[in-house]
Nanobody, 116 residues
Framework: QVQLVESGGGLVQAGGSLRLSCAASGLTFGSYAMGWYRQAPGKERELVARISSGGSTDYVDSVKGRFTISRDNAKNTVYLQMDSLKPDDAAVYYC??????????WGQGTLVTVSS
């Protein structure tokens, strides 16, 4: 049974930082691309960052230069370092695992709140 468990969300002031973690189990972690999505109230879910099985990364324009995705295959964990947070970054953040551009497994989400 595949499980993705996010942690690290919380309340932070604008300009602050948070580090999200997503621990995976039940899959060959190193073989999967991993993504971080977010969904704010009333908005569609969007892909924020992704990292391939080989370590290549990609970001949505709104977070480039502020967010960093990384993975530790030895720990079956993917991270999202979020710096210079803005109120627009507030959302529920989800991690996802997939292959060939399609995400099959999802975590339950972790809430990020950014106060102005």
């Amino acid at each position: 049974q595949v499980q993705l468990v996010e942690s690290g969300g919380g309340l932070v002031q604008a300009g602050g930082s948070l580090r999200l973690s997503c621990a995976a189990s039940g899959l060959t972690f190193g073989s999967y691309a991993m993504g971080w999505y977010r969904q704010a109230p009333g908005k569609e879910r969007e892909l924020v960052a992704r990292i391939s099985s080989g370590g290549s990364t990609d970001y949505v324009d709104s977070v480039k230069g502020r967010f960093t995705i990384s993975r530790d295959n030895a720990k079956n964990t993917v991270y999202l370092q979020m710096d210079s947070l803005k109120p627009d970054d507030a959302a529920v953040y989800y991690c996802a695992a997939g292959v060939r551009g399609k995400y099959y497994y999802w975590g339950q989400g972790t809430l990020v709140t950014v106060s102005s």
